[in-house]
């Protein structure tokens, strides 16, 4: 299995509705999201998924994002912007984008340097 991974970044401004704290006061970020896909396949190159294709495909999902204000924007005009919230809605326009060959493996949403969130549907919590 290859896996193949890819870094971006976006700006824009959000709130949490309903929480008791800075976070549910007007705010920015530097968005750091990282995609991983996975394949068994090369082409005839040696390449299993060419990064600017996954780039690009990154790109077109989180440009709509980039200085806007995420609380107006959807899907987040409906439910909360929140790391976790971003991270699989990234997923899973990404899974929608990509070649029948190639799966989503995880995405990546830091939303500072120290705090970041990971969405896989393969995850599972422990009791």
């Avoid at 401004?13 to 896909?37: D, F, K, P, S």
């Avoid at 390449?47 to 996954?54: Q, R």
């Avoid at 990509?98 to 009791?127: C, I, M, Q």
């Amino acid at each position: 299995m290859y896996r193949v991974s890819i870094e971006t970044h976006f700006d824009s401004a959000h709130l949490l509705n309903g929480y008791t704290g800075a976070c549910g006061r007007l705010h920015g970020h530097r968005w750091r999201i990282q995609v991983e896909v996975e394949t068994e396949r090369l082409d005839s190159v040696g390449i299993s998924v060419d990064f600017k294709e996954l780039s690009a495909w990154t790109d077109s999902i989180l440009e709509r994002f980039d200085h806007q204000y995420l609380n107006d924007v959807p899907p987040f005009d409906k439910i909360n912007p929140t790391a976790e919230n971003l991270a699989k809605h990234v997923f899973e326009e990404l899974a929608r984008q990509l070649p029948t060959v190639v799966r989503v493996g995880k995405v990546t949403v830091w939303e500072s340097d120290k705090y970041a969130v990971a969405y896989s549907p393969g995850l599972s919590a422990h009791a």
